[in-house]
């Protein structure tokens, strides 16, 4: 074959890629945009339109570049486009590792973690996030949760229902200086039978509550207590998820006055039939009795559990 004739076919084929509109590979990345300092996650084929800075995933045990560069302290929003729930990350490592100014994640829904196998360092130092909804995250195949939490110090609750914890060997530091962690929703995928590496764990999550009452013990910060609260006989610091809301005497959804009321009527006439009496024993001695008409009246009073 000719270099002429040769050169007339390849421009016969650039012609045709144009004329069929060929488009860039689908890509999962990252795109910041500094006029909205928010971080987007993109999986699609517009990469080259996007304005701001854009970011490959990282990949290893290598901090993302969006961190390296130092964009990471401007972030104060984090977006997951609809499109990136179709990609498929096998590690969420540092990726929101010190941003400290981050106020928001929305679309977390569209993340994935089905493939994910770290998430060490995930949301560590994110200090100034005041929720996360974790609840539909696949853990099935993540073996480090190390710092994980680490430093959220704003959140005060957090539902990790979905978790499957069964190949995670590593929990060290997952939760540490959480001080106004209160309440931590597990379901049934939660177990630490793989765990080797927990010390510190809940180091200073002092405002922690487990579902039957079980307070902060900084003796027992390690995995020892990273099961769902047992009362006194088994404590740990965990709520099961689909356990009756504390004080929700009357079962309406919400702890009030009321429930004051349906206590004493339920302590006057012994009907239980009008109650929730896991609910009803407010200060988790496994009965219910006047102490706990004390216990809920504290509570509506000051707004935390004694």
């Known amino acids: 074959m000719s270099k002429k004739l040769l050169f007339r076919l390849f421009a016969l084929v650039a012609a045709m890629m144009c004329a069929l509109g060929m488009q860039a590979a689908v890509e999962a990345y990252a795109n910041y945009t500094p006029s909205n300092t928010t971080l987007t996650f993109y999986y699609d084929n517009q990469r080259s339109s996007r304005t701001g800075t854009t970011y490959d995933l990282n990949i290893g045990y290598n901090y993302p570049d969006w961190y390296t560069d130092g964009t990471y302290f401007n972030v104060t929003n984090v977006v997951f486009d609809p499109s990136f729930a179709v990609a498929r ?16 994640i929305t679309g977390l829904e569209y993340l994935n973690t089905s ?18 909804d974790l609840s539909h995250f696949n853990t099935s195949k993540v073996n480090s949760m190390y710092n994980m939490l680490g430093y959220c110090q704003s959140l005060t609750s957090l539902d990790l229902s979905s978790f499957n914890t069964s190949q995670v060997v590593s929990m060290s530091s997952m939760f540490d200086y959480c001080a106004n962690l209160q309440t931590i929703y597990v379901g049934d995928g939660w177990n630490t039978a793989a765990v080797t590496i927990s010390q510190d764990m809940f180091k200073d ?9 079980t307070t902060y013990d900084a003796i027992h910060v ?6 769902i609260d047992g009362g006194p ?11 009756s809301l504390r004080g929700d005497v009357n079962g309406d959804g919400s702890v009030s006055i009321s429930d004051v009321t349906a206590l004493i009527d339920y302590l006057l006439s012994g009907d239980a039939s009008a109650i929730n ?13 006047i102490a706990d008409v004390t216990v809920l009246i504290d509570y509506l009073l000051s707004g935390t559990w004694n």
């Open 89 to 104: 990350p096998t590690s969420t490592i540092y990726w929101f590792f010190g941003l400290s100014n981050l106020q928001s």
């Open 115 to 132: 493939e994910v196998t770290d998430m060490a360092w995930m949301f560590f130092y994110c200090t100034n996030l005041t929720s996360l």
């Open 205 to 213: 999550c002092t405002s922690l509550v487990g579902g039957k009452g």
């Open 222 to 227: 390690d995995a020892s207590y990273a099961h």
């Open 233 to 243: 006989s088994n404590p740990g610091y965990f709520t099961e998820k689909n356990a």
């Open 277 to 289: 009496t896991d609910a009803a024993d407010c200060n988790r001695d496994n009965g219910v009795s």
